[in-house]
């Protein structure tokens, strides 16, 4: 998710369609409040079907207008410079050398007229403390005015010791941040850093100080230090300032990639939710048992085929340990070996785990060993297909479809995941086609129907869409799968009562189906409509509550609760469930977008704590802007 983006795409994607009546957010910062909606589109599009979300409104706003400087300040960017190499550092003070002896040997020359700094009379602490309050403010104002001159002609030297000597005459923020400003162009750091440090001490909502001292951090690579910095610059000047909230994102983004490449390093590979696994799974269409593996057939347990049907019959039943008992056994029965026709399928099987698990590489070379041995096993082509896909080879990926396609063209699963690729890709009518294209293979596979219906619903054709999920309630009226997605489509037209209605169904059907196993999807959709629809948190909570005692690795569960609780302002709650998600996540860009919103959630709290005064007013900016942000 950074450099050439990356399609975050596999089989069955899950696409959050955004609602007409709220304008996307444009900013990190206005992004953070609707974060589990998004969330939500990113873990499910490799992981269903169907997901249907509204657009997200905002907690942090910004407008075209910026705010001025503070009067007399010498100007400078507030937007961090390309880091100086000491080449850069050194030809700056050359110049400032060069600027110096041309002033003095200016006033040497006859009838050369006096600079605004000739006048002035030696300054130290003895000669100052001699004079009356009114004098040391007025030699403060001429020593500032000459620096203002030398610092116009780059003899940024000069201006460094007259700035030095008005803040001897009066300590006065302006001049630290002066002073600080010829540091910076000299790239001297640490001496920005403490002058501005110095002025902020004496008014610490100075934004330009601020500003100037987080540009200085990030040149020293303390990119936490200068996210604080620029974040509290931004609720000052109340988000007008546009540098300095792209400043903001840019330092989420470079400190969340920080800290999910030290996070990938010491990463345990697991398997991720019972949840996300149940709809990578089924995005596939139910097969039966291959021959010679079936629960009848005799097989001796610590064979390779008794290892292949217990995984297969662990995996049947749809929870965290059974899948975790699935993998350990397509990891043992490769390994024993005597696969014969099935060596193949157990590749397969082995390497879709792995994938799972974040093991690309390995579950790359599982899948093209499975489609070596066995080419007709065309499910082997599509999910290396869909790897290639999330990896951004949309190439490859085209090109495995039509390997599977020359394989079987009768394969329904074919068109339903290449329908997906061109989803992902915002090729409708093609995905369209697809799906249709595979309903007509295979009448009974429900998600074909409910992806049609999504993809519809893309386009602008809701009727057609509306009227694809009531044939789907029609006639597939004992699957919960169809009322989730349908109500969901309800919430983004905001007919709440009908889509609360339709996940409570869906609820129902998955206790009675699968206890042990149930997709938690239905409660998590329902806590965000009872949110919309009735701002009521409690129950909001409660729901994500269950949907995380149910399945406590669901990444978008965990999502939910962190907005949740963020909206309610309980940001040291929130944080730890953002961080929890950034632990859940598979791939590094899911990780970086995860951490991105736990440091923006973070350096609130601490923008809080270092600026109490800001509280109330940050608390402000999400109040009274149209409704609740969560969405």
């Known amino acids: 998710m950074s450099g050439a983006e990356s399609v975050p795409a596999v089989p069955a994607p899950r696409v959050a369609l955004d609602s007409s009546a709220v304008s996307a957010p444009s900013s990190l910062w206005d992004r953070i409040s609707s974060w589990a909606s998004e969330h939500k589109a990113v873990v499910y599009t490799i992981a269903g079907v169907a997901v249907v979300v509204t657009g997200a409104g905002a907690v942090y706003y910004f407008s075209e207008s910026n705010k001025g400087s503070k009067a007399g300040e010498t100007s400078t960017a507030a937007a961090p410079e390309k880091k100086k190499s000491k080449k850069d550092r050194r030809k700056a003070k050359k110049q400032a050398e060069t600027a110096a002896k041309k002033e003095e040997e200016a006033k040497k020359k006859p009838g050369t007229a006096e600079t605004a700094s000739d006048d002035l009379p030696e300054v ?3 000669s100052v403390a001699a004079l009356s309050e009114q004098e040391r403010k007025d030699l403060a104002a001429k020593l500032k005015a000459a620096g203002n001159q030398a610092y116009g002609s780059k003899n940024y030297i000069r201006a460094i010791d007259l700035y030095g000597k008005a803040i001897i005459c009066k300590p006065d ?30 008014d610490n909502e100075y934004v330009k100080a601020l500003n100037r001292r987080a540009n200085a951090y990030e040149q020293l690579e303390k990119n936490s230090e200068a996210l604080l910095d620029f974040t509290a610059s931004c609720i000052i000047d109340g988000f007008r300032n546009d540098q300095s909230a792209q400043s903001v994102e840019r330092l989420l983004k470079k400190v969340a990639e920080t800290k999910g490449k030290a996070i990938l390093e010491g990463k345990e590979k697991r398997l991720p939710s019972a949840t996300f696994v149940t709809n990578y799974l089924q995005s596939f269409r139910a097969q039966t048992a291959p021959q010679g593996l079936e629960e009848a057939t005799e097989l001796p347990e610590e064979s390779g085929k008794g290892q292949l049907r217990a995984g297969l019959t662990a995996m049947a039943k749809r929870t965290g340990d059974g899948y975790a008992e699935a993998a350990t056994a397509f990891d043992k029965a490769l390994a024993l070996g005597d696969l014969g026709e099935h060596e193949a399928l157990a590749y397969n099987l082995r390497g879709t785990f792995r994938y799972l698990r974040g093991e690309n590489a390995d579950a790359l070379g599982d899948l093209t060993k499975s489609v070596e041995l066995q080419p007709a096993l065309t499910q082997s082509y599509i999910k290396r297909a869909s790897m290639f896909l999330e990896m951004g080879d949309k190439q490859a990926a085209a090109d495995d479809f039509e390997k599977a396609v020359q394989h079987n063209k009768d394969d329904p699963d074919i068109y339903y995941h290449r329908a997906q690729l061109h989803f992902i890709l915002g090729e409708f009518a093609d995905a369209a086609k697809d799906y249709q294209k595979s309903i007509d293979l295979d009448k009974d596979f429900i998600f074909s129907y409910i992806q049609l219906g999504v993809t519809q619903y893309k386009m602008g054709s809701i009727a057609s869409s509306m ?29 709440f009562q009908e889509a609360i209605e339709k996940f409570d169904t869906a609820v129902e059907m998955e206790k009675q189906e699968k206890p042990l196993g149930m997709n938690v999807l239905p409660l998590i959709n329902k806590a965000l409509a009872v949110f919309q629809w009735k701002q009521d948190f409690q129950e909001a909570e409660k729901l994500c509550q269950k949907a995380l005692i149910l399945d406590p690795e669901c990444d978008i569960a965990v999502a939910t609760m962190a907005q949740l609780l963020l909206q309610q302002g309980k940001v040291t709650d929130a944080l730890k469930y953002f961080e929890r998600a950034a632990e859940l996540a ?11 919103y736990a440091e923006a959630t ?13 509280a109330a007013r940050l608390s402000g900016m999400g109040a009274g802007m149209g409704g609740p942000a969560m969405r």
């Open 586 to 596: 598979r791939t590094e860009g899911e990780i970086i977008n995860a951490l991105s």
């Open 173 to 202: 923020p302006i001049f630290y941040s002066n002073r600080a400003a010829c540091y910076n162009a000299l790239g001297d750091w640490d001496k920005v850093i403490a002058d501005t440090t110095a002025a902020l001490s004496l």
């Open 467 to 495: 009227a694809t999920f009531r044939r789907c309630i029609k006639n597939f009226e004992k699957v919960p799968d169809v009322y989730n997605y349908y109500g969901e489509l309800l919430l983004d037209q905001q007919k």
């Open 124 to 126: 130290d602490e003895a």
């Open 602 to 614: 973070r350096t609130q709290l601490e923008v809080q704590q270092k600026y109490p005064q800001l």
